[in-house]
């Protein structure tokens, strides 16, 4: 019974940590965004020049990663989906296997996941480093926000970077995937552009802006957060980053898993089977 | 967004009831109640560890007390907003014992920055003022180096320079003469002497061990002992000669 007793209250130990994370995160999004609104000496030009910088890091300098990622993604999900509905007979339905496989689930995931490993890390130990080199205090006592000032231009810069990369990458693997494995199948281009206009909807559309314009949130805020949570000291800074990769990574693909559930809800409600 | 913020005056500054407590540590501060001496130098000269860093933090608005008043003219400052303390925060100048600049950033640029925030002068005003800094403590060639290639007296130089560049009313120095050298400490120690003389600089608070570059000024000794702050009534004695 203790034991049970004792396992109960360390899962509603958890469950309080996590909620209260999850409270703080939400809590900096909005004073970062109240910061920028309230800060009446930032002008315009420095924000754009931070957030400019960030898209550079974060956007520009992924695209060699994200188009291998793209094309080998691409090519896979091709010839799987040519060799597997050909079988079935369903050669026609590789526009709607690519929409839903690719477009919705897994650019999303992968365009986030680069940019965890890319950008996220390099977000969290910078502004960590920074806590432990007294600039953010620094900035402070210059009476500039650190909210304003580091935390919102690098969002928004992320969130701009990740929209941007996952468009690209579901360009280039659409594009780039299917002529890469033309060699191995003899499916017309004009047959796979038709099966996959005809596979697109509106709701393609929502789920892309939502999903990436989250994730893109998700991981700058979580990893500021991070990295703002460093005391004094450097040697916390590898582990604020290690966790910063972690909550990322549970962050993003919870909420791509909740906003699929809820197009998969959306759709039986639709289909009349609840 | 754009709009220039003013400093405000500092008249008078005040402790009532104030408690300060570094988490899991006992009380730093403890019911202070304390009215600083104006227009004057204080020296903080206290045993390590009494809490001397974490009063100049507390006096810039950097940490909050867990209780108490911290009133600036009267008005109490530590329920403020970042945005409501602000014209405050521009009439008091900060630097730290190590570390503070900004690394991505050059030496040049973590001066000016500052005056382009918050656009107080001209560009070319703001220039030729960092710029005389630069050449008064003679680290011209350095002005574009990132903190991180330069020597440690110039980053330690370049910190507590920065802290002037907004003209602040009143300026907190935390060891400031730590790691500056000889000849650039006592140039600073006339440096600071000539702003309270002739300059906007009316309140000057230094924590230090260093006797050598105290005595170079004449202002008033503040002991903290035992989570309380204590005015020095004898007068101070002069050790070392500025030779």
């Known amino acids: 019974m203790n034991y049970l007793l004792s396992q109960i209250d360390g899962m509603g130990r958890f469950v309080t940590k996590q909620l209260e994370y999850t409270f703080h995160v939400l809590m900096m999004v909005y004073l970062s965004f109240r910061a920028t609104i309230l800060d009446q000496a930032q002008g315009l030009r420095t924000?754009?020049?931070?957030?400019?910088?960030?898209?550079?890091?974060?956007?520009?300098?992924?695209?060699?990663?994200?188009t291998t990622l793209a094309l080998t993604t691409g090519g896979i999900l091709i010839l799987q989906g040519m060799g597997n509905l050909t079988l079935l007979g369903g050669t026609g339905m590789i526009g709607n296997f690519l929409v839903v496989v690719l477009v919705r689930e897994v650019a999303p995931l992968l365009t986030a996941l680069v940019v965890i490993a890319r950008s996220g890390t390099a977000v969290a130990s910078e502004v960590g480093n920074m806590r432990a080199n007294r600039e953010i205090d620094a900035l402070e006592s210059m009476?500039?926000?650190?909210?304003?000032?580091?935390?919102?231009?690098?969002?928004?810069?992320?969130?701009?970077?990740?929209?941007?990369?996952?468009?690209?990458?579901?360009?280039?693997?659409?594009?780039?995937?299917?002529?890469?494995?033309?060699?191995?199948?003899?499916?017309?281009?004009?047959f796979y552009t038709e099966s996959l206009l005809n596979a697109f909807a509106k709701e393609?559309?929502?789920?892309?802006?939502?999903?990436?314009?989250?994730?893109?949130?998700?991981?700058?805020?979580?990893?500021?957060?991070?990295?703002?949570?460093?005391?004094?000291?450097?040697?916390?800074?590898?582990?604020?980053?290690?966790?910063?990769?972690?909550?990322s990574i549970i962050f993003v693909?919870?909420?791509?898993?909740?906003?699929?559930?809820?197009?998969?809800?959306?759709?039986?409600?639709?289909?009349?089977v609840i | 967004?754009?709009?220039?913020?003013?400093?405000?005056?500092?008249?008078s500054l005040k402790f009532e009831g104030l408690t300060f407590q570094h988490e899991g540590h006992d009380a730093t501060?403890?019911?202070?109640?304390?009215?600083?001496?104006?227009?004057?130098?204080?020296?903080?000269?206290?045993?390590?560890?009494?809490?001397?860093?974490?009063?100049?933090?507390?006096?810039?608005?950097?940490?909050?007390?867990?209780?108490?008043?911290?009133?600036?003219?009267?008005?109490?400052?530590?329920?403020?907003?970042?945005?409501?303390?602000?014209?405050?925060?521009?009439?008091?100048?900060?630097?730290?014992?190590?570390?503070?600049?900004?690394?991505?950033?050059?030496?040049?640029?973590?001066?000016?920055?500052p005056l382009v925030y918050h656009k107080l002068l001209s560009p070319e005003d703001s220039k030729e003022q960092v710029m005389s800094l630069f050449e008064r403590?003679?680290?011209?060639?350095?002005?574009?180096?990132?903190?991180?290639?330069?020597?440690?007296?110039?980053?330690?130089?370049?910190?507590?320079?920065?802290?002037?560049?907004?003209?602040?009313?009143?300026?907190?120095?935390?060891?400031?003469?730590?790691?500056l050298g000889q000849e650039t400490m006592y140039e600073f120690a006339d440096f600071l002497n000539e702003k309270m003389k002739f300059g906007n600089l009316k309140h000057l608070v230094i924590s230090s061990y260093d006797e050598k570059?105290?005595?170079?000024?004449?202002?008033?000794?503040?002991?903290?002992?035992?989570?309380?702050?204590?005015?020095?009534?004898?007068?101070?004695?002069?050790?070392?000669?500025?030779?």
């Open chain 2, 1 to 11: 967004m754009g709009q220039i913020i003013h400093q405000v005056q500092i008249e």
């Open chain 1, 143 to 190: 009476g500039i926000n650190p909210l304003s000032f580091i935390v919102f231009p690098r969002v928004l810069g992320g969130v701009i970077s990740v929209m941007c990369l996952a468009f690209y990458f579901i360009v280039i693997s659409l594009i780039g995937g299917f002529l890469i494995t033309r060699f191995l199948h003899s499916m017309p281009l004009n």
């Open chain 1, 204 to 247: 393609d559309v929502l789920i892309f802006i939502l999903k990436n314009s989250f994730s893109g949130m998700i991981i700058f805020v979580v990893c500021c957060y991070q990295g703002l949570s460093v005391k004094k000291s450097p040697h916390e800074v590898p582990q604020a980053t290690t966790q910063a990769v972690v909550n």
């Open chain 2, 137 to 179: 403590f003679d680290f011209v060639k350095f002005k574009d180096e990132r903190p991180a290639h330069v020597p440690g007296r110039l980053r330690k130089l370049a910190c507590l320079l920065r802290a002037f560049v907004l003209q602040p009313q009143m300026v907190l120095l935390d060891d400031p003469s730590v790691g």
């Open chain 2, 29 to 113: 501060f403890n019911h202070v109640d304390f009215e600083f001496p104006t227009n004057q130098i204080l020296w903080l000269n206290s045993t390590e560890g009494a809490g001397k860093s974490t009063l100049l933090q507390i006096l810039a608005g950097l940490v909050v007390p867990k209780s108490g008043k911290y009133l600036i003219n009267d008005v109490n400052v530590t329920e403020m907003s970042f945005e409501e303390f602000l014209p405050f925060r521009l009439a008091i100048g900060f630097s730290f014992d190590y570390g503070g600049l900004i690394s991505n950033r050059t030496l040049f640029d973590n001066l000016m920055l």
């Open chain 1, 47 to 66: 924000i754009v020049s931070v957030i400019s910088a960030q898209i550079y890091f974060t956007g520009f300098q992924a695209l060699p990663l994200i």
């Open chain 2, 213 to 243: 570059f105290m005595n170079l000024f004449d202002g008033t000794v503040l002991h903290i002992e035992e989570g309380q702050i204590y005015k020095n009534t004898e007068p101070q004695e002069k050790k070392v000669a500025h030779l």
């Open chain 1, 253 to 272: 693909t919870m909420f791509n898993l909740a906003v699929t559930a809820l197009v998969y809800i959306g759709k039986l409600k639709e289909i009349g």
